[in-house]
Every structure is written in C-alpha cells, then in structure tokens.
C-alpha cells in the first residue's frame, strides 16, 4: 500500500493508506503507486483521483494549486486550498 497525506495551509486532511493516487499535475495527470520513484511536481487546478483498492471507485478531491512530492516514505500532496 502507499502512504499518502493530503495538506493544506489550515491543517492535515489526511494521512492513510491507499493503493493508488492520480494527481493533476501542470506537466499532466500522474498515478502513484506503491514503490514510484522519487519525483515533485507542481498540481493545477483539478481533482486528486484516491484509489483504495485496485478496482475500486475513486473519491475525487477537488484542488487548487500545490505541489506534490513522492519520495520513499509515499506521497505527500501540499495544496493551496482543497474542496469546492
């Protein structure tokens, strides 16, 4: 499973264990998995695709701008404001 954490400026929106997130990245949407290399990003405008099980239905979170880093700890997405 990846470690994923979701954070705004206000607070920790969460911090679980996913199989895989898809992030709407400036350069294009990118999927982390378990394992991924290390890599930053800059995030647009969009929603965050979170994946609990390999088949499963995403929950979408809708984003505003940010960055995303994945390095041997999971994914960490820090974004600018996170809902409507």
């Given amino acids: 499973m990846l ?3 979701f954070v ?3 607070k920790l929106v969460r911090s679980e264990e996913v199989y895989m ?3 709407p990245g400036t350069e294009g949407d990118f999927g ?3 394992g991924h290399a290390p890599f ?3 995030v ?3 929603g965050v695709q979170i994946f609990r099980t390999q088949n499963g239905t995403p929950e979408v ?3 505003k701008g940010g960055f995303a ?3 041997a700890k999971g994914l960490t997405v820090l974004a600018e404001h996170a809902g409507e």
């Fill in 21 to 23: 997130v898809v992030v």
């Fill in 69 to 71: 880093e994945v390095n």
């Fill in 8 to 10: 705004t400026p206000e």
């Fill in 40 to 42: 930053m990003s800059t």
């Fill in 3 to 5: 470690h994923f954490e």
């Fill in 61 to 63: 979170i809708a984003i």
């Fill in 44 to 46: 647009r405008d969009g």
């Fill in 32 to 34: 982390v998995l378990e």
